[in-house]
C-alpha cells in the first residue's frame, strides 16, 4: 500500500510542471512540532491569512510551520515510515533529482533534540527582550529563532552558534538527510554568518558553512546545497561551497519595473549559480503580483542562465497566497489563458537539452534602441525571445541568418497570437509595446 506522500507524487507525476522539471523540491516534508500547531491556531496575526483561503475554516486545517521542525524524521502526515527513502526511490526511477529543506538557524520549541542536547540551543541574557525568548521545560530560557530586523518565531528556538558542538550536530543530521535525497534548500543560510550571527545576539558564531559543507560531501560527492539567502550575502555563500543562492534582487526589480537592471542581470554570465523564482511559498502568487506581465516575466526567466523556481500551482495562475501553517484550503478556480501559456512554454523548454546552443542575432532597431534578444537552438528548432526593456514603442527588423529563416506565420509563445508573414529581403520585421515580450518558433 503506497503511503500519502507517493500517493500524491504518482498524482503529480504526468503533470507538465513535474515532467519538465530536472529537480523536486518537498516543502513540509519533516516531522512537525505540536507546539507549532497550537502556536498557529490561536495566533491572532495569522487567522486573516487563513479565513483568505478557507471560508470555513477548522482547527484541522490548521497544521503549523514547516519550519518550525520538530525531528529531521518524515511527519506521520506524508508517511507512515520515519524515513523518505521510499519516495526518494520513486523520484530516482523518475530520473528526477529530490531536493529537502534543511532549516540550519532553529528548531521547533518542543523539539527532543533540546532535551537530549540542551546546551547546542542559545541562552537568553540580559540583553534579551522578552518577546524573544521563553521559559523551556527544562527550566532554561532560551531564545527564539529569529533574524536581526524582526523579532523571534515564537515556535522556534535558536540554535547557539557559539557553541562548537552545534556544527558537529549538524553534519550529523545532514548525513541523514543526504541518504535520503539529492540535495537540500538551506532555509536563511545567512544567518550563520559570524558577523549576521553576532549583529542578530551579541555573540560570535563558530559555525563554518564551508567546512560543514566539506565534510558532508566526503561522504556525498555529489549532494547539492541550496541556499536561501538576501542582504547581498550570495557571493559569500557561493565562495563557502554553496551550489547556488536565492536571486531575491531579480525578483524584487520584476516588482519595481527596474528594466536596466533586469536586461544586466539577464546579459551576465551567472554559471548556474543563482535561483530565480516569480514565486514561492514566502512571495505573493505571480498572477496576483505581477498580473498578464507573469506571462511576460516567465519568458524571460526561460532565458535566463539559472536555476528556475517553479512553484506549484503557478501554470494555474492562482492568485491566493497559502500560508505555510495550512494542509486543506477551499480550491482556486484556474486561470484558462495561464494554463494555455505555460503549457506552451513548458512543452518548449522541455525540448532543450545539454547539447542546446545559445546565441546573440542580429537584428537592427530603426531608432538604433537597444533590445533584449536572445536564440536558443535545439537540434533543427530554434527559438527567439525579444524584451523591448524601455518605456517607449520599439520596431526594427531580424535579417534572415543561420537558425532564422522565413516562415509563413509564426505564432508568439507568450499571447499565443499567430502573426502571418510576408517575405521580406531585409528579414522579419517586429514591433514591441514598452516592458512587451515575444517569443517565436523557427
Known sequence: MKEPLEIALHSLKDSLPFLWADEIWLMG???????????????????????????????????????????YTADPLVCENDSLTNVYKLTQNWKKKLILDF?????????????????????????TLPRNSFKHPNGCIYVHGRDPYF???????????????????HIQILKQIAKQCDGVRCDM???????????????????????????????????????????GMENRLLDLGFDATYDKSFYDALKENQFHFISQSLNENTKVS????????????????????????????????????FHEGQEQGLTRKIPVQMVQTDLEEPNFESNSF???????????????????PNYKEFNGISIFIRAIQTGEETELILWNETNSEVSGRIPFQDGIQFLTSLTDLVSGIDYSQTKSEEGIYFKLKPNQVQWFIF
Open 29 to 71: 516534508v519533516w516531522k512537525n512540532s505540536p507546539k507549532s500547531q497550537t502556536i498557529a491556531r490561536s495566533m491572532p496575526d495569522l487567522q486573516p491569512g487563513f479565513r483568505a483561503v478557507k471560508q470555513n475554516l477548522l482547527p484541522e486545517d490548521i497544521y503549523g510551520s514547516p519550519y518550525s521542525i520538530f525531528s
Open 103 to 127: 532549516v540550519p538557524n532553529h528548531m521547533a520549541i518542543d523539539s527532543p533534540i533540546v532535551d537530549s542536547d540542551p546546551d547546542l540551543f542559545l541562552k537568553a541574557d540580559d540583553s
Open 151 to 169: 523579532d523571534g518565531w515564537t515556535d522556534t528556538i535558536q540554535w547557539d552558534f557559539s557553541n562548537p558542538d552545534v556544527e558537529t550536530k
Open 189 to 231: 543560510a545567512m544567518l550563520l554568518l559570524p558577523d549576521v550571527f553576532e549583529r542578530t545576539h551579541g555573540k560570535k558564531s563558530l559555525y563554518d558553512w564551508k567546512r560543514v559543507i566539506e565534510t558532508v560531501r566526503q561522504n556525498f560527492p555529489n549532494f547539492k546545497f541550496y541556499a536561501e539567502a538576501y542582504w
Open 274 to 309: 543563482k535561483i530565480r523564482f516569480l514565486e514561492n511559498h514566502d512571495e505573493e502568487r505571480a498572477k496576483h503580483q505581477f498580473g498578464e506581465n507573469s506571462h511576460t516575466y516567465f519568458s524571460l526567466l526561460s532565458f535566463s542562465e539559472c536555476i528556475l523556481l
Open 342 to 360: 505555460y503549457k506552451r512554454a513548458l512543452e518548449t523548454i522541455a525540448k532543450r537539452n545539454a547539447k542546446s546552443l545559445t546565441f546573440q
